[in-house]
């Protein structure tokens, strides 16, 4: 089954042809016999690819107040891929939906219930297709897996399975990234709302696209190739702190490997990093590209398989 693949990031629309294990970047929305969607964050409902119909994509548009950045360029584009392929089947692929194994003392907040069962208010994870491919390709009992590019997390993979991630409620909890704070004391949150007397829409905005490597740094687009100093010491810091938190979750450390863009390419940063957790005892050090796009397809391939259960309910 040839799989088009389409994963729209928020500023960026990646498109690929699957044919078996081979993928070609292509630029339209190219006949196949299915078409995969990559869907940032499927919230407590969606934990399986699912066959998109209406009232799937009616629940993506609802899900997008918890990933605004994300959803809803991926709705958009489902959107588009419909009408111009509008005779395949479509399924959604949810980068939530890996991290569904992780245990309730890794995904839940310490926060009144009521926030929790009304709002739905946990941690879900993110970047779950990269770390699926990645755990794929390193297949160790205890793994961690650090996906470094313009969004960061770091993830304890045991035996294949998410036992707990950096990323929480929202791609903004963890370490820091391109542009994105990552976690920071609610407490100085809550001092810049009301000493500050900053907006809802400000603060949003701030830790959306005016911090991480790029605050450090003195602006910019907060490339790691031009990052200041200061800005390389906290990142290694914090992804070294993650890895060594990660690596207690899994109970040890078999493989430690990277992805990403600055995973794959900052060869310094990375050496850095593992410097830093080089007490943590013998482990391989493992550099996976990414290839999100062969995980789509090979989850479009398996929903519409068992189509009658992938549907939205």
């Known amino acids: 089954m040839d799989v088009l ?42 934990e399986e690819p699912r066959l998109v119909d209406e009232a799937l994509e009616h629940a993506i548009e609802e899900l997008s107040a918890l990933a605004p950045l994300h959803n809803r360029p991926a709705l958009a584009a489902l959107r588009r891929a419909r009408e111009a392929l509008p005779d395949v089947p479509h399924v959604a692929v949810f980068d939530t939906a890996f991290h569904r194994t992780m245990p309730p003392a890794a995904s839940t907040y310490a926060i009144p219930g009521r926030w929790r069962e009304e709002w739905g208010v946990r941690r879900y994870g993110f970047h779950g297709i990269s770390v699926q491919w990645v755990a794929q390709q390193v297949r160790v009992p205890r793994l961690v897996v650090c996906h470094l590019g313009g969004g960061c ?54 830790l959306e696209h005016e911090s991480g ?36 979750a899994c109970g040890g450390l078999d493989a430690l490997a990277f992805t990403g863009g600055i995973g794959e390419h900052a060869d310094e940063v990375r050496e850095r990093i593992v410097e830093r957790v080089r007490f943590l005892g013998e482990f391989r050090v493992e550099v996976v590209p990414a290839r999100e796009e062969l995980v789509i397809a090979a989850e479009t391939r398996r929903a519409l398989s068992s189509e009658p259960r992938t549907r939205a309910t």
């Open 5 to 46: 693949v389409v994963n729209a990031g928020s500023t960026t629309l990646k498109l690929y042809l699957v044919r078996g294990d081979a993928s070609t970047p292509v630029d339209a929305f190219v006949r196949a016999d299915a078409v995969g969607h990559r869907i940032v964050h499927g919230g407590p409902r969606f």
């Open 153 to 206: 997390s770091v993830t304890a993979v045991r035996d294949g399975r998410s036992v707990d991630t950096t990323m929480g409620f929202s791609p903004l909890e963890g370490v820091p990234m391109a542009t994105r704070s990552g976690s920071v004391d609610p407490g100085a949150l809550v001092y810049l709302l009301r000493e500050g007397k900053l907006t809802l829409e400000e603060l949003d905005r701030a």
């Open 213 to 248: 490597l790029a605050a450090l740094s003195g602006g910019g687009s907060g490339d790691i190739r031009s990052a200041s100093p200061l800005a390389l010491d906290v990142f290694v810091h914090r992804v070294a702190a993650a890895v060594a938190a990660m690596a207690a």
